[in-house]
């Protein structure tokens, strides 16, 4: 009951992270137009589009956070496993551990920064506080907040995940025919 209870879990985890990463990748290519768009207006008419500066910082976050829970599930968080891959070499229980460690550390940090981060957003939501240049271009912070909370509770999600269930990487995970040489 319990295994199951995980992997449909799981599945509704990887299925959202998978989402917003999707999500992050039209927002990627919103930026790519909003950038082209620019660059030929400031060339061609000499009028470069109010708010370029402020829409680019704002994607930016956007994009980081929507795609985090799909970096951490497939596991292409950048971190140095040079040393967890020679420690896997001689004794891959250790190894084991170590990676179970880590995503624990790793949940945990996640954990804190959704908990930070959510007020904000409620705060934000009220005050509609709002950043750019009034009267120019401006955009809420409330959007940004949103994102950072939902994307880290996600990202923590996944992580205690990879804690409980202790898969972290099927993919390089040794098979029967791994201890067999080669011909």
Not at 7 to 12: G, L, M, R, T, V
Not at 73 to 83: H, I, W
Not at 122 to 140: A, C, K, N, R, S
């Amino acid at each position: 009951m319990l295994k199951s209870a995980l992997a449909c879990i799981s599945s509704i985890a990887n299925a959202l992270a998978i989402a917003s990463n999707a999500l992050g990748t039209l927002v990627v290519l919103a930026l790519v137009a909003i950038l082209n768009i620019d660059v030929i207006a400031r060339s061609v008419f000499s009028a470069p589009i109010k708010g370029t500066y402020e829409m680019v910082q704002f994607s930016v976050v956007l994009i980081v956070f929507l795609q985090l829970a799909d970096v951490v599930r497939v596991d292409r968080l950048t971190r140095s496993d040079g040393f967890l891959n020679l420690v896997g070499n001689r004794r891959s229980g250790i190894a084991a551990n170590m990676r179970r460690i880590i995503n624990a550390v790793s949940a945990i940090f996640m954990g804190l920064i959704a908990y930070i981060t959510f007020p904000e957003f409620l705060h934000m939501w009220d005050t509609q506080d709002y950043f750019g240049v009034p009267g120019l271009f401006t955009l809420p912070w409330w959007p940004v907040k949103l994102v950072i909370s939902i994307g880290t509770t996600l990202a923590c999600l996944i992580f205690i995940l990879k804690v409980i269930t202790a898969v972290d990487r099927p993919d390089l995970a040794p098979t029967s025919n791994d201890s067999e040489p080669t011909q």
